[in-house]
Structure formats: structure tokens, C-alpha cells
């Protein structure tokens, strides 16, 4: 298999004048007076060369937009990018992400192996520069993911490896972009293997082969522990769900469970959190079998776990001082002679039963099991990610996932770490009204509502099986997967969570030193 692109990303001493690259890129806002100082230098260095482009509205500096122009060897660089950043009072760190993976996915498309960053340049003060180097960082390999594994024709030679450096010529700055780069680096590493994971297909990626695929990331990461039950001890623990959708498929369910235990003695005192991540290999709705239109995207449906997956290496790269575990049941909905059914009963690993109205309504099915872990764990906060219903791609659409909570401290953390990370959310409801859909005649719950609100009745389910502990529950089922390539990034899994859930946690765990 083809390996995908490698990155690095560093920062280095230099005037961005001079410093010899690729490509150069400098960021531009759309209600700036003129260019600004690192602008005006190079223009005067390239004889007005981007006040060319510039002055008569070629360039704008919309946000998503860009346009070249050429070092002739006046400047260090080949060529110099400039990035729209659109309106300067609506700029967040978000932008300076985006203006970043543009930047990025620019360098792939044209080959560009050394690329210079400064972008920060623009902002001034705006933000402080240990974050900007933290969302370039992020930026940068958000840009130049491709998916292309599988991919054996050589596509004229595309790029093996980017070579990325934030340059800034003040050494105080630069310590601070240094800082954020190398946090940015790894959240960025593990985002992309993400989007690796979870684009890979359902004949590649079984549960079996996601519990090894997070054995050796345990193995290869100081800090993390891996414990995987096979089918043998999930029906020895009653993880009666997990085995339920399960049960139809060829290639046995596990249950995942990746503890971080932090070095420093501090994190004893903080709370305990649990992530649950949603790793259906392949969701082809079992008996309740889904039409055949846009099935194949439905081995995305782990998208949840891989989520959880590559946070817990993210954040034991960090070296948060935080005690975390990440648990990710794992199974492919399949219909066979050996699947659940509609009408079916499940005693799940929590004790309450379960009628199974919809085969199809899986994700909680396997969900349940990995929150009431979380709960025997005395997990004091559990947050659960999940491409868990259709509906909530209805009601949001394909640019934030849904929130719910039982906690409006939780919820304001998530909304915090969604408007920092660029990941978006936005809190819907599940309340007693969505729950009391829920409730069977033949067992003590079952696993689909009505014919209205599916998200909220879904994550009303899930809310029960937390507990008195704070939850909440991501459904990321809008926000998987660009079905278009954009011009920050390429067509695929997203890698939606890694980001949000990283800078949740990294939130927390400042907070309590
Ligand atoms: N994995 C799907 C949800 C999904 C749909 C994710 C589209 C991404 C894009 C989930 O398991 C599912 O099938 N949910 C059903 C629930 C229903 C049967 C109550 C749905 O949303 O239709
Ligand atoms: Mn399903
Ligand atoms: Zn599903």
C-alpha cells in the first residue's frame, strides 16, 4: 500500500523576505487599508508585483480565496501565496487554520515540497502566538491530506513529503509559535491518521483489525494501555449489546478500551473522563438492510471510534495531565442466519433490556454497553461521539455535529472547545419527553422513537445508560465525511472529533493545574 504524504512542520528563525522556499505565504484582509508591513516589503523588493494583483480587485482577500505571485529571484521564495483572510474584526483562530490548510493544499496541488509559513505575520497581536502555531500546525496537515492509499497508478509523481516552517524573525515570538507548532504537529499527526483509518474500507478495517490497529498505537505510545475483550469475554462481562449487532457479522465484535494514565502525580485530583467512540466497521443495517444508494459510505460508520482512537494518541502525546480512557465497541452490522432481529430482547452489559425495534439503530445498541463501561470505571465525565442518525444530518446539515447534554457546565466546555478547534457543534435536546419514546411494552427500553426528532430520542436512549455522571453525546453523522473536495480540504473522512475532543481535554487539564 502507498504510504500518504509525509509532514513536518517546524518553525525557524528568518526574515520572510529572505528566507529561501517553495513557496511563501502571507495572509491578506479583505477591509485592509493597503498591504501590511511584510506585504509592502516584498512588493517593494518584486517592483509592485502584488499590488498588481491587489489593487485592481484580482486579489481581494476573501476568505477561501488565494492568488500567486512570483519571487523572480528578487525575494528568497519561488513563490509567495497570498491567503485571504476576510473581514479582520470577524477573524478567529479558526481563520488562521484555514488560511493554513489552504496553504497547504495548494503546496500538494502544485508540488510545492517547501513551504514557508507567515501567516501570522497579518494578525499582529490578535491572537497569542503560542495558539497560532498550534492551528498553522493543525492547518497544515488538514490541507495536505490525501487519501490515496489504494491508489497504485503513479499520479505523475505526486508529493512524497511536505516540508513546512513558520518563520519569524523576533526569537521571543518564535519560542511561542515553537511551543504551539508542536502541539499543532501532533493534534495535526493525529488527525490525519484519522482520516486515514477511517477511509480505509470495510474489507480492510474489521473490529478484530481495529482492536490490533489500537494495540500497537498503545504500543508505540508512552502512556497508553490496551485492553481488548473478544467475544469470549464480552459474554463472560454481558456485553449483551456490542454481541447483538455483532452477531450477523463474519468478522467477531471487540470491545477496545485504551487507558492514558499521566506521569505527574497532580492528575490523581482531577476528574476521570471517558470517551465513547461509535466503531461500526461496515453498516450495511443488518436485517433492517439499508437501500444499496450511498451504503458504501457506510464504512465510515467507525468514524466515532477512530475519533476516540486518535485523540488518546494525541493526548498522551501532549502529555495531558489528565487520567483518560478511550472505549470503542466495534462490530459490522450485517444481515446473515446469525443476525439479531427486529423483535429480538437484549440484555445489555448495564442490565437493562432492550427490544430491537430496527436493526438498523445499531449505534446505540453497541454505545450503551460502552458508556455503562465508562460508568463501572467511576468515570466522572463521559462523553460519547457517534455517526449516530440520519436525522441529525437533516436537522443540521453537513457543518456542525448535534450536542446533547445532561450537564449545561459539560455542554459550555464543548461549545467552547467546538468554536477553539473549529470542529462545530450545536446543542439539541434530550430531555424526559424524547426519553418517554423510548420505553417498550415487552422490555425496559427499545431502540427506536418515533417517526420525529431521531437525534434527540437517540441520545435520550444513551442518557439513560450514563447514569447520575455528567454526559454528553456528539452525533457527528453530517460532519464525517467531505463528499467534495474544498479548498481547504480533500474529499473523504473528515477526521471530525480529533481536533474538538483534544482541545476539550486540554482545556480540562489546564484548568485543574
Ligand atoms: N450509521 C447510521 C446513521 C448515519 C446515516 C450516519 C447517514 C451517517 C450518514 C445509523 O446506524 C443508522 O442507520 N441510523 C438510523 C436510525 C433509525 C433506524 C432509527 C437512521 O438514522 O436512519
Ligand atoms: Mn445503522
Ligand atoms: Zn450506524
Redesign the pocket.
Known sequence: MKKIIEVEVKSKKADPVAVETDLLVVGHFSDSKGLDKLCRELDGRLGGAISRVVEPGDFKGKEGSSAIVYGEGKVGAKRILLVGLGEKKKATVDTVRKAAALAANKAVEMKAGRVSLALHNALGGKFDAVTMGQVMGEGVYFGSFRYDEYVTAEENGRLGSLKVEVVEADSKKLRKLEKGVSAGSIIGRAQSYARTIANRPGNAISPPVLAEEAKSVAKETPGLACTVFDEKQMKQNGMGGVLAVGSGSKAAPRFIVIKYAPKAKRASRSAVVGLVG?A?TF?S?GI?I?PAT?ME??K??KSGGVAVLATMKAIAELRLPLSVYGIIPSAE?MPSGASFRPGDIVTTYSGKTVEI??T????RMILCDGIHYAVRQKCDIIIDI????????VALGRYMAGLMSNDDGLLKQLQKAAKLSGEKVWALPCSDEYAEEMKSKVADLK???SKWG??C??AAFLRQFAGEKKWAHIDM??V??FEKPNESASAGASGYGVRLLTSYLMNLASRKS
Open positions: 461509535k461500526i453498516d443495517g433492517s439499508k450511498n459510505q457506510m465510515l460508520d452490522n425495534q430496527n438498523d439503530a445499531e449505534g457517534a455517526t449516530l442518525t440520519g436525522s441529525c444530518k431502540n427506536t422513537g431521531g437525534a430520542t437517540a453523522a453530517g464525517d465525511v
